[in-house]
């Protein structure tokens, strides 16, 4: 049983590793340098995180005779923009960062989308090391070079593809992650398992209680890994989304117009997915070919997930006019992506509008005890 992992990630133009262990911090140091990482070293964090976890960090870097400057945005997704990424680079600029220098980035999805996109940016791009702290962005945002920031019209409308020279996930970090979190990020590895992987479903599944736990060990860093690496397989195949990088959005659609409807401070990205997920998998069973026998082992998987959530809030005609706006939908058809089977999804086009208000219909009632 692994206390540490390695993974190695080959995109177009290089290659870099993940590394999946309990207390990496403790070498951060190490491992920056062991990728050529110089300083000026731009921490970029929000106050609760560093307040966390920022001061040894710093303590070794300085140690280890690389310069610090650390810069902190506000919490919360709505400094996701280009403002605060302007703000960010100003203040780099203005404190000595260097076209030699590294972004490291320190916290959940936030601080990845938007400091990964800083180092895209900032002098044409330096070199960058992810410090991911939430499962969530371990799982998902650390991982596959999407970096970006929102736009008043939209989530994630302004970004780079990116990829860092190495991502550090300590699952020490995890300890003080609020259980919504936690699952959250649990739903994202769940993903990966149903589109690509039926043995790690099962793995998931088996071992939930691992997984959500606060002293999470080994079996947290296994189930990590292989979400990474079943990731990093989509991503190298397909590194800018033209065709199969798609099926990554099981559970995506019907999630955001969700997380839009019900309020992003209500409803966490990856408890949403669930249920996204749910509708997605009855819409592959009415409209596809994924069998009942599958249907009904990805349900109760699904409805087994521990959820808090106001599901009786869930108002289909709004969720489906949510769809609409967020796809920007011609001739009321969408693009879903639905499954053949469990592990096999696929980008199904022309599913009606009018579908979504019966999956929704569908995940209240299963979640109401109905079903
Ligand atoms: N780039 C991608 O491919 C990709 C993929 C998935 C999601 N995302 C983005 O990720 C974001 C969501 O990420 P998230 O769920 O990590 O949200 P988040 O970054 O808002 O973090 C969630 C909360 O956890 C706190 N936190 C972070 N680490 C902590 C720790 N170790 N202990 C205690 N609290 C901690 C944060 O301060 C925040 O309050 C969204 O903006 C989404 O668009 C990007």
Request: aromatic residues 6%; proline residues 3%.
């Amino acid at each position: 049983m692994p206390d540490s992992s390695a993974l190695t990630v080959t995109y177009k133009t290089g290659t870099y590793e993940i590394r999946v262990g309990r207390n990496l911090l403790d070498s951060v140091s190490e491992l920056l340098t062991s990728v050529g990482a110089s300083g000026p070293v731009g921490i970029i964090s929000n106050a609760a995180v560093n307040d966390l976890y920022g001061g040894p960090i710093r303590e070794a870097l300085n140690q280890a005779g690389l310069v610090t400057r650390t810069i902190l945005i506000p919490e919360g997704e709505e400094y996701k923009t280009l403002a605060s990424a302007e703000q960010v680079m100003s203040a780099l600029i203005a404190q000595g960062m260097e076209r030699s220098g590294t972004i490291l980035t320190l916290g959940g999805g936030v601080v990845t989308d938007l400091g990964g996109f800083v180092a895209s940016i900032l002098y044409r791009g330096v070199k960058l090391v992810h410090i991911p702290t939430t499962l969530l962005s371990m799982v998902d945002a650390a991982v596959g070079g999407k970096t970006g920031v929102n736009h008043s019209s939209g989530k994630n409308l302004i970004g780079s593809f990116y990829q860092p020279d190495l991502v550090i996930m300590d699952i020490k970090t995890l300890e003080t992650l609020q259980v919504r979190d936690r699952i959250s990020g649990y739903a994202e590895m769940f993903k990966m398992g149903v589109i690509r992987d039926t043995s790690y479903l099962e793995f998931l599944v088996d071992h939930m209680e691992a997984c959500l736990a606060v002293d999470s060990g080994d079996i947290l860093i296994q189930a990590i890994t292989r979400s990474c690496e079943l990731k990093a397989e989509v991503v190298e195949a397909d590194e800018r989304e033209a065709d199969l990088r798609r099926i990554l959005n099981f559970g995506h659609t019907l999630g955001h117009a969700i997380e839009s409807t019900l309020g992003y401070g209500v409803v966490r990205h990856g408890e949403a997915v669930i249920l996204g997920m749910f509708g997605a998998g009855w819409l592959s069973n009415q409209v596809g070919d994924l069998s009942m026998k599958d249907w009904d082992k990805l349900s109760a998987m699904l409805k087994s997930i521990p959820l808090e959530l106001p599901l009786e809030s869930l108002n289909p005609e709004a969720i489906e006019m949510a769809t609409r706006l967020d796809k920007k939908v011609a001739n009321s058809q969408l693009n879903f992506v639905l499954l053949h089977s469990l592990g096999d999804a696929y980008m199904q086009t022309g599913v009606p509008t009018l579908m979504i208000k019966l999956a929704v219909d569908a995940i209240r009632t299963a979640w109401e005890g109905g079903e």
